[in-house]
């Protein structure tokens, strides 16, 4: 059954003259009308992209050939630049182009056919960028040193989110988990995962610091490079790059890496691994406790030693000491037992002869002890000028070899021996560099 078009086209009794204009607008109508979801499959010819934005080429195979035209309003979504000899897959709606009569193709998606393809389109993406310094090492972000909060930006059905909370789990118990669900494969899945990259960064904007995610996961399991084609997408990238929070990409590949994994501040070859990082953070810390805690004990240990050595120096002061208080409390014993044997042994006037006596003797012992602590003094004074420690408090220190024999001469030592040097407050150990 002929069109209505077609029908009025030929049909004589109700054929009549018409513009070309009318003609091209009738034709045109039909075409859209019966054509409006075009796929096609060529390769592309005389590619053009004028300073408008659009772009202009077109498609043959074999046999034939098409115009095409790709506007800008449809070809800021296509994820590289095409080329002549590029093979395509195009989808589009057949129309004309009044002016000319030019039977074409509006293309409003296009994608590439082939791996080879598919890698020419991954080395555009990553030059470009590369050449914007979207990969600048100088770019990429630390880590956080405590891991409190960790996003998750993949699937929330695929085995990833099991994985990484598998490991979580089991390895960093303390650290928090936010997921923000994304597609991660097919044609929405580049839009969806960069804007969940941008909706944690805008969470962490309207919350307080301990709420905040302080890293961010994002990534998927392994599967073909047309699986994971979503993450080469130039918009993934960007919003990698454009994120305050430090990522950590995590597609499963082992070998290729991804425009995601150049972007990313940290890359990790699976979603586990990417755990496996945030947990060792922790366990670093646990770590870093453990060394810290075993430090203090061996300085405590060490101040003690030095402590118990020092008293030790100071025992001979103390034993002369302990002799003259020993010494007055035989006197005092000596003067009590003294006045009852002489009051027993003297009666009537020896009482008198036995109060000088004693008064002399009390005299006596007085000027004995006098003149001890007198000579206990200088002795004392003769101790301290002698002292090493009193030598030390003047500036000068004491050097001993590893058999704690004091240096006297630089002969008693050769190259790289060790030598401890004793201060006036605490020691040093040192090594002999040269000696003359």
């Known amino acids: 059954m002929p069109s209505p078009l077609l029908q009025s086209l030929f049909d004589e009794e109700e054929l009549k003259p018409m513009t070309v204009s009318e003609l091209n607008s009738q034709v045109k109508g039909e075409l859209e009308r019966r054509f409006r979801n075009v796929w096609l499959e060529g390769e592309i010819h005389n590619f053009s992209a004028p300073y408008s934005g659009h772009w202009y080429f077109s498609l043959h195979d074999s046999a034939a050939m098409i115009r095409a035209a790709c506007y800008r309003g449809s070809n800021y979504r296509i994820r590289f630049q095409p080329f002549d000899g590029l093979q395509v897959r195009v989808r589009g709606q057949l129309t004309i182009y009044e002016p000319k009569g030019d039977y074409q193709l509006l293309v409003e998606s296009l994608e590439p056919v082939g791996e080879g393809a598919r890698r020419v389109a991954y080395e555009q993406i990553k030059s470009k960028l590369a050449a914007e310094g979207l990969f600048d090492a100088k770019l990429k972000k630390k880590l956080p040193p405590f891991p409190r909060r960790v996003g998750v930006v993949t699937s929330q059905t695929g085995a990833a989110l099991y994985d990484i909370l598998n490991v979580l789990l089991r390895r960093a118990g303390s650290v928090s988990v936010i997921l923000i669900p994304a597609?991660?494969?097919?044609?929405?899945?580049?839009?969806?995962?960069?804007?969940?990259?941008?909706?944690?960064?805008?969470?962490?904007?309207?919350?307080?610091?301990?709420?905040?995610?302080?890293?961010?996961?994002?990534?998927?399991?392994?599967?073909?490079?047309?699986?994971?084609?979503?993450?080469?997408?130039?918009?993934?990238?960007?919003?990698?790059?454009?994120?305050?929070?430090?990522?950590?990409?995590?597609?499963?590949?082992?070998?290729?890496?991804?425009?995601?994994?150049?972007?990313?501040?940290?890359?990790?070859?699976?979603?586990?691994?990417?755990?496996?990082?945030?947990?060792?953070?922790?366990?670093?810390?646990?770590?870093?406790?453990?060394?810290?805690?075993?430090?203090?004990?061996?300085?405590?240990?060490?101040?003690?030693?030095?402590?118990?050595?020092?008293?030790?120096?100071?025992?001979?002061?103390?034993?002369?000491?302990?002799?003259?208080?020993?010494?007055?409390?035989?006197?005092?014993?000596?003067?009590?037992?003294?006045?009852?044997?002489?009051?027993?042994?003297?009666?009537?006037?020896?009482?008198?002869?036995?109060?000088?006596?004693?008064?002399?003797?009390?005299?006596?012992?007085?000027?004995?002890?006098?003149?001890?602590?007198?000579?206990?003094?200088?002795?004392?004074?003769?101790?301290?000028?002698?002292?090493?420690?009193?030598?030390?408090?003047?500036?000068?220190?004491?050097?001993?070899?590893?058999?704690?024999?004091?240096?006297?001469?630089?002969?008693?030592?050769?190259?790289?021996?060790?030598?401890?040097?004793?201060?006036?407050k605490g020691s040093l150990t040192t090594k002999v560099l040269s000696k003359k």
Request: charged share 25%.
């Open 183 to 424: 597609r991660v494969q097919g044609e929405s899945a580049a839009f969806e995962i960069s804007r969940a990259v941008q909706l944690a960064n805008e969470y962490n904007e309207r919350s307080d610091f301990a709420s905040r995610v302080d890293t961010l996961i994002v990534g998927r399991g392994g599967g073909s490079s047309e699986d994971l084609w979503a993450f080469n997408e130039e918009p993934v990238a960007r919003a990698i790059r454009a994120s305050a929070i430090p990522v950590i990409s995590a597609v499963g590949h082992e070998v290729d890496y991804t425009i995601a994994d150049l972007a990313a501040d940290v890359r990790a070859a699976t979603p586990s691994a990417a755990a496996e990082i945030v947990a060792q953070r922790e366990e670093d810390i646990c770590a870093a406790l453990d060394r810290r805690t075993n430090d203090l004990f061996r300085i405590m240990n060490l101040q003690l030693l030095e402590k118990r050595s020092y008293l030790q120096e100071l025992q001979p002061s103390t034993a002369v000491l302990d002799r003259l208080r020993h010494a007055g409390s035989r006197l005092e014993t000596i003067n009590i037992q003294l006045s009852p044997l002489r009051l027993a042994s003297k009666v009537g006037d020896g009482k008198a002869t036995l109060g000088v006596t004693s008064q002399r003797a009390e005299s006596a012992i007085s000027s004995a002890i006098d003149g001890k602590l007198r000579s206990l003094k200088i002795a004392a004074a003769k101790l301290d000028a002698l002292s090493p420690l009193a030598v030390l408090g003047r500036g000068f220190a004491i050097a001993e070899n590893e058999k704690r024999e004091i240096l006297r001469d630089s002969a008693q030592v050769e190259v790289d021996d060790v030598v401890n040097v004793k201060l006036e």
